[in-house]
DNA sequence: CCATGCTTTTGAACGCGTTCGAAATAAGCG
DNA sequence: CGCTTATTTCGAACGCGTTCAAAAGCATGG
């Protein structure tokens, strides 16, 4: 039970750790047009001045990535990160002022290569339904070395008084990243010109509620490799795409429109869209 | 910051002690049709034989809920429990295998007043838009007074590796109660004799779901007395109704049919529904 | 009456996340 | 260079949930 790492399936994006330069900043970005790198200043506890201090923020935050990953993460204690790191516990606590936002930088970076890896992916298909099942499982694939480790996450996710949570935190830089993401997904479908103008300025949101409806499912998800998942967003994407196609129907009309306005006025506000009326 | 149960809008079952007898089973039930009594024996260690061991448990848990209440979950240590109960911390832990268990009683409860106090509410009306709102309604009531403890509820219940979970959970006791009075809400309207046999065999389960957005909506919402989640009931519960309702007409049969098979086979299996199929 | 085997109770102890005062180091300044 | 101030680092200590070996109670039966 040492070495969970090992049931990833996929082979993309593969080296976790590979893709990072020396100093702990983002350096890769081979092909990923818009996307700003994570940013991982948030959720700090004083913007480091100095270039050393950074350099120990970078260290920390490696270390404590890696052993997430290795051993999970309530049996990686912070003692454990900082003697890794080869710093003290207090020193860890300089930079990060609990454990919860190690979790912070962890997501962070996870969206960010879902984004990017995302684009790759669905350069040259044009069909609605199919870059949305590819935006999804792209996702998956991403996520799949976390699996185990994910759970922790969604549970402090969860938490309303966490500053993590992708719900109450509006400015979360990952959400927006996310949000971004499906965007083009719609954008770059043929599906896009048809549609109600109002309905495709809210869609990229909802497409990202689809989507932490799967993260909940995949998080329950026991099944190997979470095949189970993949066999729901299989069946789920097409459907989800046909009633956002249905909606240019006239029958549907008036309950689109109900529909619309409910979500505009307590959906979006709650999840940080600070009221695109 | 003391008295929040006074906030409560029910009368119902006021006292935390008085209904229940000396053995600790529960004896009260006055008015409550079907809905089995929390049967709050899971999650303990052993099955208590003696009398006074029965005692002792119900007095762990009476105190802890006490202190739940009156300082939060977070606040309320296991130490302070025990001292406040009388007893050592390994006995509490004798009972209780650990602090989140101690929450499973106090969720069985509220789950079981939450459908007595609907019920009571939902006598003489047939309209089921009426009805669901009364149900869901009467839910927002009876948590209220736990609002600022839910959300560490919320957090537990959102963790896979909890048994706690009502999504993880199959057989969890207060999961049933809740189905079982979407059942009744359902039945009782003269919306039922309208519509699709099966698809009103899912509806009860469907419903439970629903509720559980409005929990989670309520979990963040900081106004006060979430009047921002009440006014969502109103402005969903309406919606919601017409969905269901809409279902019997022919252009929405395709798509019904499709999300019928969709929730058979990866919703309700996920929540405890051993393949109804 | 003691011996035996069970349930119940205890409280010291462990490992954890986190805090905090103080030490070490770096940075500005006359 | 010394002095002062801000930044960074340290590690002992606190309070927490939890564990565990041992004690205490308690029935049974010889």
Redesign the interface.
């Known amino acids: 039970m040492d070495d969970l790492a090992a049931t990833n399936g996929t082979g993309s994006t593969s080296a976790a750790n590979g893709t990072r330069g020396a100093d702990g900043t983002q350096v890769e970005a081979p092909a990923a047009p818009p996307a700003a790198p994570p940013a991982e200043s948030r959720g700090s506890r004083a913007q480091p001045k100095t270039d050393k201090s950074e350099q120990t923020r970078a260290l920390i935050l490696e270390t404590a990535m890696r052993l997430f990953q290795e051993r999970g993460y309530d049996k990686t204690t912070m003692r454990a990160i900082a003697a890794e790191a080869g710093v003290s516990v207090g020193n860890a606590y300089y930079y990060f002022s609990s454990k919860e936002f190690l979790i912070q930088g962890f997501y962070d970076r996870m969206t960010y290569e879902h984004a990017a890896d995302a684009r790759r992916r669905l350069a040259g298909t044009k069909d609605f339904t199919e870059r949305l099942e590819i935006a999804v499982s792209s996702w998956l694939d991403c996520a799949a070395p976390y699996h185990e480790f994910a759970?922790?996450f969604?549970?402090?996710?969860?938490?309303?008084?966490s500053a993590l949570?992708p719900?109450?935190n509006e400015s979360h830089p990952a959400r927006a990243t996310a949000v971004e993401l499906f965007r083009e997904v719609l954008t770059g479908s043929e599906l896009a010109p048809k549609l109600d103008a109002e309905l495709a300025e809210l869609l990229p949101d909802l497409l990202w509620l689809n989507l932490m409806i799967v993260v909940l499912?995949w998080?329950?998800d026991?099944t190997p490799d979470t095949e189970?998942t993949r066999?729901?967003v299989r069946?789920?994407t097409p459907?989800v795409a046909?009633?956002i196609n249905?909606s240019r129907y006239r029958?549907f009309r008036p309950?689109v429109r109900?529909?619309k306005g409910?979500i505009q006025?307590?959906i979006l506000p709650?999840i940080g869209k600070t009221a695109a009326k």
Do not use: G, K
């Open positions: 759970a922790q969604f549970r402090t996710a969860a938490d309303p008084n949570s719900f109450s499912y998080v329950f026991r189970r066999e729901y069946r789920s459907m046909r009633i249905l029958v309950i109900d529909a409910l006025d307590f709650t």
